[in-house]
């Protein structure tokens, strides 16, 4: 059985389940709202966006806090920034590392799929692949990871568009861009080949 919590409706309930997350330190939290004017009349949505704006949870929180969710922002020693994509093996998201303030991808294995083998070594043998590629055009795979039934990979965080969003957003590309960025994926493609994948 799994219980939601309804959604904040008011700014007390957001605090509350703001603090429960453990996304701000207490006393960051409590210098920010001594440093209010007034939060009397604010809405939840009006306090989502000066947390947001003050740069203290992500808009990803926001949305997520708005909803009456406060749990999962949290994987191993990574704080759960955004959520970039999901597929058939997971969902991809950045995160920062709590001590060392780097940006990673972390690739989340779907937990119904946890007790599923084939599913498991599939992921299992994508991780040991990957981590054995090191070139330039490849995202790098730092580390494989598991929190109870969570299994997860720590991949080299790349930031800027897919090649999907950058023809969806400008349109189809010219040819030489297209032979530019093919010309990438071949490089790197090669690589792999050359060490047997």
Do not use: W
Request: glycine residues 10%; charged residues 20%.
């Amino acid at each position: 059985l799994r219980v939601r919590m309804p959604a904040p409706t008011t700014v007390t309930e957001l605090l509350d389940r703001l603090r429960k997350s453990g996304l701000v330190p207490a006393d960051r939290l409590d210098g920010f709202l001594a440093g209010l004017h007034t939060r009397d009349g604010s809405t939840t949505a009006a306090m989502l966006d000066r947390l947001v704006n003050a740069g203290l949870i992500t808009r990803f929180h926001a949305d997520k806090l708005a909803v009456g969710k406060y749990k999962g922002f949290h994987l191993g020693s990574y704080l759960i920034l955004d959520q970039l994509g999901s597929g058939g093996m997971g969902q991809v998201y950045l995160a920062e590392h709590a001590h060392m303030h780097r940006l990673v991808a972390l690739k989340v294995f779907p937990v119904h799929a946890a007790d599923d083998a084939v599913a498991r070594e599939r992921f299992f043998r994508e991780a040991r692949a990957a981590g054995t590629l090191d070139h330039p055009n490849l995202v790098r795979v730092f580390d494989l990871c598991q929190e109870g039934r969570i299994l997860y990979l720590v991949m080299e965080y790349v930031e800027g568009l897919s090649l999907q969003s950058l023809v969806t957003q400008a349109g189809p590309l010219d040819v030489p861009a297209a032979c530019h960025y093919a010309r990438q994926v071949a490089v790197g493609l090669q690589h792999a080949h050359e060490l047997g994948f």
